[in-house]
């Protein structure tokens, strides 16, 4: 067994849960990471619960998953925090609906949140409710497709300034919309 | 600063100074790599400050979830790509934490020293080019003399020079060569002798204290705040190494200070840099004193020989060492189902990795927590109130790479 298996606090995690009971699910401690999941409406006042009362001050990620285009709910958003004094980490889940991935933002309680959530965004199409300036940061802003979801393939789809449908999209690439949000099944993806 | 915050922009009459938008980069030569700031310019001084990336985007996340574990290594050479050794070691222990193995104690101390060579090289390139922008040609001139030796160092270890992929999950490539403890021996004698050297150039010299104190300050709460990491989170005031906090290569076998700034400006920031160096090669002194004998690749469970390599000279002489190899490079690794995090402290801060894997060959979710990334997006509280001239200044002593921000 590998000896990095002290990295989460599960006695933080228990204490999230102690503290919001109805918004999260017991920890889950899984090769030495504790994982609390929580309900998307409540996540911003969990995380501030962690930062403000159990030390976890410093922000260390915030990213987007993927489960497949057949998996309901389909997406994750998980926060890694860190408690600067002991060095622990707690990991925050959230899981979002296939359509519509809508998740509150997590800017008013990190700042440094603001561009991992752009990039959440940018990869998997998940809007972040509230933040200020949510554009694309690593693809180009004329990219109509959200590469990191499943059904995106890895050599990608040729240029993409060629007229065709957008993965994830219900709007020709080429009108001018570049952020497409999911509104019904996709017609036409692979 | 403050001289430049106070500077009345009025120009007589009711006429007012107009912002000028002027655009660094991406091609910039102090923007290192692809970088792009929109400065906004009131005269001389930033009003506003965008940092605007992904010009080296390469779709690492994605390629990831389409290779297998062991092919991703190449992938991790080319995310700082000044310290690739030290990427090679992170992604190993993250896939070993995910699979719950553990390489055997002399990989261990050979990663430590591999980690500790990029870390060197790394801080080296930073500090020479940050004294570049500067206007101080020497400083890089001289750090690339060590430099050199470094790599020099790594080709030995691996045979490439920069684009090592030397770690294995459960162990590494090959072993050292016979002739690397003496020539480690003497880099590592010579090294602090050289780091006088550029401090002699740097620490007191009267412009440079000038070009850096009390500029490009971040505060404590900015940092935690902006997830920095690393030089960057230590040169303002906080206390927090991963190789103290959560040792990993048992760094806990070895002896070294963390240097911590007060004030968190630039000078903070080059002196945790240079302090780390010269703590870098006292870890090396110990790494290679008590370097224990012993295999370098993990054969202590059945999980690990379904999911560790053979060694490579057995492969090339041995039949039943090719078919090894030829099942867990095709379909014998066995990842569990579930997912880990795992950062490690690499020469810009935290790398982490991020892996999910729902059992098998690949990765369902490989994410990479590159340190530049984070580190950058502070330039846009840190840069406004300063003159143009002191962009160079703070972005030199934040010391970032394109290749992990961008990915």
New interface residues.
């Given amino acids: 067994m590998s000896t990095l298996t002290d990295h989460g606090d599960p006695a933080a995690g228990a204490a999230l849960h102690a503290a919001f009971p109805a918004a999260t699910d017991e920890p889950v401690t899984w090769h030495g990471d504790v994982t609390v999941q929580v309900q998307p409406a409540h996540e911003a006042a969990v995380i501030r619960h962690a930062k403000d009362k159990l030390g976890f001050e410093l922000f260390i990620d915030r990213f987007g998953a993927d489960r497949g285009e057949d998996s309901e709910p389909r997406f994750d958003v998980i926060t890694i925090l860190c408690n600067v004094q002991t060095g622990k980490r707690l990991h925050v889940r959230t899981t979002l609906p296939a359509l519509d991935p809508v998740c509150p933002t997590l800017v008013h309680v990190f700042r440094g949140a603001d561009w991992f959530e752009r990039e959440a965004w940018d990869m998997y199409g998940i809007r972040f409710e509230g933040h200020p300036d949510l554009r694309r940061i690593l693809m180009p802003d004329i990219f109509p497709d959200f590469p990191l979801r499943k059904e995106y393939p890895v050599e990608g789809q040729g240029a993409f300034a060629a007229p065709r449908r957008a993965i994830g999209g219900n709007k020709d690439a080429t009108d001018g919309h570049v952020a497409i949000i999911k509104t019904q099944p996709t017609e036409g993806a692979q | 600063m403050t001289d430049a915050r106070t500077l009345d922009v009025e120009v007589g009459d009711d006429r007012h100074a107009e912002a000028m938008m002027i655009n660094m980069g991406p091609q910039h030569p102090s923007t290192h790599g692809v970088l792009r700031l929109v400065l906004e310019l009131d005269g001389e001084v930033i009003a506003k400050a965008e940092p605007v990336?992904?010009y080296l985007?390469r779709?690492k996340?994605?390629?990831g979830?389409?290779l297998s574990w062991h092919q991703f290594i190449p992938y991790t050479d080319r995310l700082d790509y000044l310290a690739p050794l030290a990427n090679n070691v992170a992604y190993a222990?993250a896939c070993?934490?995910?699979?719950?193995?553990?390489a055997p104690p002399r990989a261990q101390a050979i990663r430590v020293i591999c980690a500790e060579l990029a870390r060197i090289s790394a801080h080296l390139l930073g500090l020479g080019a940050y004294a570049m922008d500067l206007g101080a040609m020497t400083v890089f001139l001289w750090t690339f003399r060590e430099r050199e030796a470094i790599y020099s160092l790594i080709e030995r270890i691996c045979g490439a020079r920069f684009t090592t992929s030397y770690t294995r999950i459960g162990g590494l490539e090959r072993d050292l060569p016979e002739d690397f403890p003496a020539k480690l021996d003497a880099f590592v004698k010579e090294f602090p002798g050289r780091v006088d050297e550029y401090e002699g150039l740097l620490s007191r010299n009267k412009i440079w204290i000038r070009r850096t104190q009390g500029v490009g300050v971040i505060t404590k709460e900015q940092a935690?705040?902006?997830?920095l990491?690393g030089p960057n989170?230590r040169g303002s005031g906080?206390?927090?190494d991963?190789r103290?906090?959560?040792p990993?290569c048992g760094y806990e076998q070895y002896e070294f200070e963390v240097p911590i700034g007060s004030v968190g400006d630039c000078y903070d920031r080059y002196m945790c840099r240079v302090i780390e160096m010269r703590e870098s090669a006292r870890i090396l002194r110990q790494a290679l004193d008590t370097l224990p004998a012993g295999p370098i690749l993990n054969r202590d469970s059945q999980d690990a020989l379904k999911t560790v390599l053979p060694e490579k000279e057995k492969v090339l002489t041995n039949m039943e060492a090719l078919i090894h190899q030829f099942m867990v490079a095709t379909d014998s690794i066995n990842a569990p189902v579930?997912?880990?995090?795992?950062?490690a402290e690499n020469p810009k801060g935290?790398l982490?990795f991020?892996l999910?894997s729902d059992g098998g060959l690949k990765a369902?979710?490989l994410?990479i927590?590159g340190p530049s990334?984070?580190n950058l997006?502070?330039l846009r509280?840190v840069l406004p109130g300063h003159m143009i001239a002191d962009v160079m200044a703070i972005l030199g002593s934040i010391d970032f790479v394109m290749g992990e921000c961008?990915?």
């Avoid at chain 2, 579930?338 to 950062?343: D, T």
Wanted: no cysteine; glycine share 14%.
């Fill in positions: 990336i992904g985007h779709g996340e994605k390629i979830e389409n222990v070993e934490k995910l699979m719950g193995i553990d935690l705040q902006y997830g990491t989170l906080i206390e927090f991963q103290k906090v959560h990993y579930g997912e880990v995090y795992f950062g935290e982490g991020f999910r369902d979710r994410r927590r990334f984070a997006q502070v509280e961008d990915r």
